[in-house]
C-alpha cells in the first residue's frame, strides 16, 4: 500500500552558450538530444557572436562539451552552473519509464540493490 504519490526531482543547469551565428543550429540539435531546452536566445550588437540560454538535467550534461563543439565545429561555448530543481513528470515505479531508468542506473553504479525498495521495509510495525 503506497500512503502518497511519487516523484522525483532532478537539478537543472542553467547553460549560457556563446556561438556565432552559423553554429546555432548545432546547439539546438545538441540540446534536443539531452532533454535540453532553450529559453533565450540574443546577438551582441555589433558583433556576430550569439549567446544562448537553456536548461539542462545535470543528469543529461556528462560529455555535453564534447558533444556540442563536435555539432557546432568547436565554435560553441557552454558555461553550466545549477538553476533549480525539477520534478520529472513520469512515474519512477513503472519499469520502463524514463525516471525509473535513471534510479536503476544510479542505484547500480553506486553498489545499491536494483530494485526499487517497498513500502513494508520503511513501514514502522510498533
Given at each position: 500500500?503506497?500512503?502518497?504519490?511519487?516523484s522525483t526531482g532532478e537539478p537543472v543547469y542553467l547553460c549560457e552558450?556563446?556561438?556565432?551565428?552559423?553554429a546555432v543550429v548545432g546547439i539546438y540539435g545538441c540540446l534536443t538530444?539531452?532533454?535540453?531546452?532553450?529559453?533565450?536566445?540574443?546577438?551582441?550588437?555589433?558583433?556576430?557572436?550569439?549567446?544562448?540560454?537553456?536548461?539542462?538535467?545535470?543528469?543529461?550534461?556528462?560529455?555535453?562539451?564534447?558533444?556540442?563543439?563536435?555539432?557546432?565545429?568547436?565554435?560553441?561555448?557552454?558555461?553550466?552552473?545549477?538553476?533549480?530543481?525539477?520534478?520529472?513528470?513520469?512515474?519512477?515505479?513503472?519499469?520502463?519509464?524514463?525516471?525509473?531508468?535513471?534510479?536503476?542506473?544510479?542505484?547500480?553504479?553506486?553498489?545499491?540493490?536494483?530494485?526499487?525498495?517497498?513500502?513494508?521495509?520503511?513501514?514502522?510495525?510498533?
Amino acid at each position: 500500500e503506497v500512503v502518497s504519490t511519487q516523484s522525483t526531482g532532478e537539478p537543472v543547469y542553467l547553460c549560457e552558450i556563446q556561438c556565432p551565428e552559423a553554429a546555432v543550429v548545432g546547439i539546438y540539435g545538441c540540446l534536443t538530444k539531452r532533454r535540453g531546452h532553450e529559453f533565450s536566445e540574443s546577438q551582441a550588437e555589433g558583433t556576430p557572436m550569439f549567446y544562448v540560454k537553456a536548461h539542462l538535467p545535470v543528469m543529461e550534461s556528462f560529455g555535453f562539451s564534447s558533444a556540442l563543439r563536435a555539432a557546432t565545429g568547436g565554435q560553441a561555448f557552454p558555461q553550466c552552473v545549477v538553476d533549480h530543481w525539477a520534478e520529472m513528470s513520469d512515474n519512477p515505479m513503472k519499469e520502463g519509464s524514463k525516471t525509473n531508468t535513471i534510479i536503476m542506473n544510479t542505484r547500480m553504479r553506486k553498489g545499491l540493490k536494483v530494485e526499487l525498495p517497498v513500502f513494508e521495509n520503511y513501514y514502522d510495525k510498533l
